[in-house]
């Protein structure tokens, strides 16, 4: 199966910002689409952002305007940029892949956890 390994998490103060990474081991070029969840303590899993692979976004609601999700397929690696960060953005972070080549199939990565806090 396709590992997906994030990292970039941390402790960051309201308003600061971060950059996540999601390292595919395979290229992501045969990935029909990437995307970032996130899911805090308490509360259901929420989309933050997806790209397909023609590089087309879409944004959850609660970050519009303050989080950018980008590929670099030389690095088999997709990006979440996150500025502005709110307390409310605090959850674990995770990467998701799915493909149709050369069988439809997808894949989680373990999470990285985020915290903003003063």
């Known amino acids: 199966q396709v590992r997906l390994v994030e990292s970039g998490g941390g402790l960051v103060q309201p308003g600061g910002s971060l950059r996540l990474s999601c390292a595919a081991s395979?290229?992501?070029?045969?990935?029909?689409?990437m995307s970032w969840y996130r899911q805090a303590p308490g509360k259901q899993r929420y989309l933050v952002a997806a790209?397909?692979?023609?590089?087309?976004?879409t944004y959850g609601d609660l970050v519009k305007g303050r989080f950018t999700i980008s590929t670099d397929n030389a690095e088999n690696t997709m990006y979440l940029q996150m500025n502005s960060l709110k307390p409310e953005d605090t959850a674990v972070y995770s990467c998701?892949?799915?493909?149709?080549?050369?069988?439809?199939?997808?894949?989680w990565g373990q999470g990285t956890q985020v915290t903003v806090s003063s």
């Open positions: 790209i397909s692979r023609i590089g087309e976004t």
């Open positions: 395979q290229s992501i070029s045969s990935m029909l689409g």
């Open positions: 998701f892949a799915w493909w149709d080549t050369p069988t439809p199939g997808n894949s």
